[in-house]
């Protein structure tokens, strides 16, 4: 995955959303009453990247985009099904936690690549990956 930038959509105008801080807003979340902070970003998936062979717009590879989300503590609030349908090369996705800083923290991968990198496990000879953030 690699072109980490903001999407900021329009629904952010709404009065369901208030702004926190720049491109973070807080609001009620889509799968219970909690409160939650939120953030948008658009990324490019990398088909000869372990993984993200098959990955698309408008079906976004589990590996490593599920490394991503455990790594920042993160869920997926909106997949914009209609924007990355009508997209060839670029994904958008609507980030959630129930925690600001880990939403803050997602942010510092703008302008950024995460992937994983195949490799076996010489003491169990099972196929492993690590993922790399660049």
Known sequence: MKNFQNYTPQKYETADFQKVEENIYKTKSPYGKDMIFVTSL??????????????????????????LLDLFGLFVTDFYEDLNA??????YQEFGAFDLENIQNLRTIIGKRFYAVHYIDESTNSECYKTVLE
């Not at 658009?42 to 490394?67: A, H, K, L, M, N």
């Not at 009508?86 to 994904?91: F, H, P």
């Open 42 to 67: 658009s990324f490019e998936q990398e088909p000869d990247q372990y993984g993200e062979e098959d990955g698309c717009p408008s079906y976004i590879s589990q590996v490593p985009f599920e490394d």
């Open 86 to 91: 009508a997209s060839e090369k670029t994904c």
